[in-house]
């Protein structure tokens, strides 16, 4: 119950193009929910995040959708670029702890 | 400001080992995370620091691992006996309050020969 499942493990775009990222959670308690952007080498370092009681984020480039009753939240990066191309991660807290995904490594060709 | 630093970034030991890992978080964040990714895996909680409350301790391993926090600032996570299963990289993160943004360091790679 306190699984992220994060799907898909790798994904490859196509530089303009759409990356579409998802996760799903069980724990209905989850009230926070960060994504994470991290780069070879370095620690991960927070990209967005949404809280449920709003169903969408936009910043820039970078818009999660956050549906509640499926219980199900994506990370969409529109107008895909090169430089995106990291390892991304999803999470989710309770309490006062961060439960991850396991991670989707983008890779954006141009 | 400066973020998040740990040191060493590398360290090679031998099984049987004991390794110190070491963790500096932005100055004035009470709140200090240590967690363990291993190679293309997720970021796995090990253990937590809130100010002066007792820290969560929940994710540790195995009774090899423990850590501590020293005037609410720097942190050393110890793993005893080191197991070549702990081959992973060590990341520390801290935040200024609970479930807020939490800043990551570079992380310690280690491997276990």
């Known amino acids: 119950q306190q699984q992220v499942k994060q799907s898909p493990q790798s994904l490859i775009v196509q530089k303009g193009g759409i990356s579409i990222i998802n996760c799903a959670y069980e724990?209905?308690?989850?009230?926070?929910f960060p994504w994470y952007q991290q780069f070879p080498g370095k620690g991960p370092a927070l990209l967005i995040a949404?809280?449920?009681?709003?169903s969408e984020k936009k910043e820039g480039r970078f818009t999660i959708s956050f549906n509640k009753s499926a219980k199900q939240f994506s990370l969409h990066i529109m107008d895909s670029q090169p430089g995106d191309s990291a390892t991304y991660f999803c999470?989710?807290?309770?309490?006062?702890?961060?439960?991850f995904g396991t991670g989707t490594r983008l890779q954006v060709f141009p | 400001g400066a973020g998040v630093s740990q040191s060493p970034s590398n360290k090679v030991t031998e099984k049987g080992k004991d390794v110190e890992l070491r963790c500096d978080p932005i100055?004035?964040?009470?709140?200090l995370y240590w967690y363990r990714q291993s190679l293309g895996q997720g970021l796995e909680f090990l253990i937590y620091?809130?100010?002066?409350?007792?820290?969560?301790k929940s994710g540790l391993p195995s009774d090899r691992f423990s850590a501590e926090r020293t005037g609410g600032s720097v942190s050393t996570l110890t793993i005893q006996r080191t197991q070549q299963e702990d081959s992973a990289v060590y990341l520390c993160?801290?935040?200024?309050?609970?479930?807020?943004?939490?800043?990551f360091g570079p992380g310690t790679r280690l491997t276990v020969l």
């Open positions: 999470a989710a807290s309770w309490t006062d702890k961060l439960i």
């Open positions: 949404i809280r449920p009681d709003v």
């Open positions: 620091f809130q100010g002066n409350s007792a820290p969560d």
């Open positions: 724990n209905t308690a989850f009230d926070y």
């Open positions: 993160a801290s935040s200024n309050r609970q479930v807020d943004t939490q800043y």
């Open positions: 100055s004035g964040h009470t709140a």
